[in-house]
């Protein structure tokens, strides 16, 4: 719990009643008994994502919103217009994204995508790469394309875009290694499009000019999902 302490020498310091300081020992009381489980754990994580912690989770509206919190600002210029034009369809379709404290993340992640309040986050402790960034930004971003797939990002499904034989075995590989066995498809063509330029920025893209279906031909058990629910004609 954080705590106040108040140094009296020859001179006293007064705060007003609602002083900054007092709203920020509020909110970070508050958010501190919405996690039970401490900071650093899935539960930390959905309160972020529930976007009931907010402390430090800052939204990003250009490559500058991330870049301005490192030294090596001038570092990022080189990828400024993939990252600008995937947050722009991004923001075109619904998904907003933040740049939010370490705190909230279980160790080792570096960014997630929430299917339901289609917001993404990013870990601000990995961000200060551009190439770490790119991957992060590339791989949540694929899987908002994967939501878009899956009839509307106003739903909590996703799909997969690309034919699973056509993912290189590497990433495939990867994600076998790396995620439990029921999410290896989505996941490594995410792990593809993560380190492959202009892939999920291509599909974000498509996705805001409303051409998923026709960009990318859905697999047979999306398209048969998505004639059942009405997004598309046999």
Not at 66 to 73: A, G, K, L, P, V
């Given at each position: 719990m954080w705590k106040l302490i108040i140094a009296v020498a020859a001179a006293a310091v007064v705060l007003p009643a609602h002083s900054a300081t007092d709203q920020y020992l509020n909110q970070t009381t508050t958010?501190?008994?919405k996690i039970t489980r401490g900071y650093n754990t899935m539960d930390s994580m959905g309160c972020m994502l529930l976007r009931e912690?907010?402390?430090d989770v800052l939204e990003v509206f250009s490559l500058l919103d991330?870049?301005?919190?490192?030294?090596?600002?001038e570092e990022f210029t080189?990828?400024?217009q993939e990252f600008n034009n995937m947050l722009v369809s991004l923001n075109q379709i619904g998904v907003r994204v933040f740049l939010a404290d370490q705190k909230y993340f279980p160790l080792g992640h570096r960014g997630v995508y929430h299917t339901v309040s289609n917001n993404?986050?990013?870990n601000k402790?990995?961000?200060?790469?551009?190439a770490s960034l790119m991957m992060v930004m590339r791989h949540e971003g694929w899987h908002a394309a994967q939501d878009c797939m899956a009839g509307t990002i106003d739903n909590s499904m996703i799909a997969i875009i690309k034919p699973e034989d056509e993912v290189p075995m590497l990433w495939r590989v990867m994600a076998e290694r790396t995620y439990p066995a029921n999410a290896v498809p989505w996941e490594a063509e995410a792990q593809w499009a993560g380190r492959t330029e202009h892939m999920t920025?291509?599909?974000l893209a498509s996705c805001a000019r409303g051409t998923m279906w026709t960009d990318y031909d859905?697999?047979?058990m999306t398209g048969e999902w998505l004639i059942d629910n009405g997004y598309i004609k046999e």
């Open positions: 958010e501190e008994s912690c907010t402390d991330i870049s301005s919190h490192y030294d090596n600002t080189p990828v400024a993404f986050f990013l402790d990995y961000m200060d790469s551009p920025m291509e599909a859905p697999t047979p």
